[in-house]
């Protein structure tokens, strides 16, 4: 088992990965909170799947379904949620699991943020995505007019991975989270272009998740370090926008890490073979590296525009220097679209 602590001035997090973790969590929930109440938050697919298992684990868990998709990260669920808890009693020692991939963990993370000022969370996250970023280092929210818009940070008690679940998905390739993955052997750990086996995915899970901690741990409240995270995600953003959500995550994100490759090395910055590297481990994993034919990098602008963490005209803009090292550049949208061409 590895076990990974998160230390942060708002707390800690204790991150347990391990083959096989799920049909135990029952057991280590219950003797590590003896005297709670759990309920759990989980989406319609995944209560299909693991449903059975997890109430038969938990007798008398007060179950919490929401249909699953992004479009459920909203407030009125949020307000049903904390409905259910309040019927039943549930307080602040009590315990909520957010069963799930990172909507869940998003929205329950939320909920147990603000149900009576803040109860336990446990996040158990079922998607790569969840396990190596969304379900580790606090940030929790719903979508309001734009995408994460409300939320809080918040961090999880317990994060608890068995990529053993990933085993429902039907692919390597349907698999949501592979270009973070590549995202962080890019800009943390050159080592775990080594391990990419899309068959073997726990010392990738366990890299991942320790190099997402290293950077929350350095700034937990995302104002300088943490922005490293965004590389590849101005562009990405931007091209999920204009392209109304019709790419997934990984793939807008794919595509504007190797634009912003092409910044990088327009301003001499990174080496040809560096971008390269990249390239080619986003296309072995099925991902695209160039824009859609009906879009142009000009469009983009009016959504760069609108990121949320510009200050100003200024976009810190994430550049790969070398593998493992990074710069924060700050940049002009109208100055980024041109260096991307
Ligand atoms: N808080 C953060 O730091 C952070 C970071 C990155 C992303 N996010 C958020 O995460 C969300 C995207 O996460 P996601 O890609 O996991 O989306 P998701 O939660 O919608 O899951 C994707 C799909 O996979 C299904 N699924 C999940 N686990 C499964 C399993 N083991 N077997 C079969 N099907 C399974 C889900 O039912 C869903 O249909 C976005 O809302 C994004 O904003 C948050
Ligand atoms: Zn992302």
Redesign the pocket.
Known sequence: MATINLKTPSGTSKILIQEGLFSEIGDLLKKDYPKSRFAIIT????ES?YGKQLKEMFPGVLFLTIP???TS?NFERVISLCEHLLKKEFTRADVLIGF???????IA?FVASIYMRGMKYIAV??????MV?????G???I?FVA??IIGTFYLAEQVLIDPG?????EGPKKM??MG?VIKYAAIIDKTLFDHFDPFELEPVIIKSAQAKVNVVEQDFRESGQRHILNYGHTFGHAIEAATDYQLT?DQAISIGMVLANKVAQNLGKQNKEVGDKIKSTLQQFGLPCDLPSDLQLNPLLEYMKKDKKRTGNIIHFVIVTDFGKTEILPMKPEELVKLAK
């Open positions: 989406d319609s697919n995944l799947i699953a998709g992004e990260k799930g991939g990172g909507v869940i963990t998003d993370g996250p079922t998607s790569l995505l969840g970023d969304a379900a580790i280092g940030k929790t929210g979508d995408k994460n679940v990933l085993k429902s998905f949501p989270g973070e995550h």
